[in-house]
């Protein structure tokens, strides 16, 4: 690697996100490590795109790295152990994988599989995720705990899977759930173990500050949760009253917050405990962070913790709380998803072409010249190092003149065509001195002259928290990074939506508006991959422009550098997505035939064209969504 060029650790901050997983090979391309197999040489992401290429698994593809996956549950529920082990906590730990962070059955079994040995469980939010949740068996002791609002179907299922061995808690959000509750059970007879939501008042910092404290949407107050304990008392339930949910709140950035949130949580559990609630389960929710920008600090989307920090606190501050009220230890429940699932997803996709904001050459002067056009054209002969922002000013001053004149008539649509080309070598003329010269060019005067590059993606379909929240993650080219990355750009999607566009980026000294990256080479694709998307995203995702899931494989990475395809998903296709959206495909087929056969009859067609239209048509809805 060239030592005069930055690395792509310098530029794209890769060892201070990528967790160890995320490399950077001297071949210039990005590498996967096997944490399980931490000895092992990276695997060539590139390399792994061919293979699944050849095996006719294309981009754009959701990759998701199974050992990923197995390394996180083992992550956090070994270091939940050695934190009870070292401070002689005589509860267990007990998380939950709540399934709204990431529905896919592939994620779902593997955590399932995965997590069997820790008495790892599942949280369902809807009916739907519990339907999921009974289909699989965990854990002798592991629990399902069911929260959000619940009809009595909803309170009936989780009731009856008590007789076939499953621990699953219906945590009550109100006290109107609890009445609903006390009828259900009494009508089927069975004892079901219950649970209450607790709304802290501390307010957590960060993007999710509102789903912690008073005005949060859910869990009960003081008053709320006395009415339910009096109910339940009444009602002759109050024995089968097991956990506290305490939701700390999502991607909380100060491990503060979490002490802070975990103490309060436990003043409830103790002062329900004095109330005569025989608890033995306090569940924290929530609120694992990951560290998207690697910068290790209390922003929106960093941490200023570890993992092991965060159970460490977690453990010791319920621990210090009981051993003050002389309560029991209670089993810990964590209800983590974004730190467990996030790293296991990548999405990848290929730039398809470049829209660049600046040209090789400048036309020459002619006679007919606007005379704004020779002061625009002057330029060239005085851009230097020195006069870099006279120059940037002078630019923009003509070019904004000249546009005026044209917008009035004054020139014409070649005369203004030759002004935006000049324009435009100008701007390669700085971008150049500002690269290779080290002269300061202001990040936002960068932006203005970034290249768009079009990629096969939807912005809205595969990264929806980018557009919505502005979610900050990870995104770099995958090969070539032993190359000079000669331009910058942001990072346009293939609907034709102007929001369907990236332009803030992790960069190793902070956050950017637009991304360094190479000149696109010419007979071969260039990837770029965004890491991290494993939370959320999946089913978050809308059908804009009708763009469906992407290709999705699930690979494991083995010892000896290869990999294993364990499951491939094909995305949808056109005639998938129409169904979605209420078009029946065979209705569209058939309208369309209607139309080629009414142009033979009228003589518009001929009657040999009618096998093309209709065979070309037919390829599009059997086709995928995406560029092909
Ligand atoms: C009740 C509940 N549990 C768990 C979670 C998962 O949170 P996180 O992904 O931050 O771990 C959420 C998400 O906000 C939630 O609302």
Redesign the pocket.
Known sequence: MNKTLPTPHEIYGIDKWGKDLIVAMDNGEIGLKNPLNPSAAPISLPGILRDLDDRGVHVPMLLRVSSYLENEISHINECFAEAIQRVAYKGNYRGVF?IK?NQQAQVIERIVEFGKRYSYGL?A?SKPELVIALAHRLGREALIVC?GIKDEEFISLATLSRKIGFNTVIVLESPKEADTVIKVVKELGVEPMLGVRVKLTNQISGK?EK?SGDRSA?GMNTDQLIAVIDKLRDAGLLHCLKLQHS?LG??VPDVNDVRRAVSEACRFYTELTREGVPLTHLDL????GVDYTGEKSATESSINYTMREYCTNVVETVQYAMDAAGIDHPDIVT?????VVATSSMLIFNVLEATLYDAPTAPKAEAEDHHLISDLLAITEYISAERLQECWNDANFYRNELRALFHRGYIDLRQMARAERIYLHLMSRIKQHAAFDNISVSDEQLNTLSDIYHCNFSLFQSLPDVWAIDQLHPMVPLQMLNQHPDRRAVLSDITCDSDGKVDRFILADGISHSLPVHTLPENEPYYMGVFFVG?YQETLGDLHNLFGDTNVATIDLRADGGFDLLHEQEGDTISEVLSYVEFDPQDCVAAFRRMVDEAISSGALKSKDRKLLMGAYRDSINGYTYYE
């Open positions: 709540p962070v949280e939010g929260n999710w789903s859910f939701h999502s991607q929710g929530g609120g694992l209800e983590s998803g974004r730190a939370a």
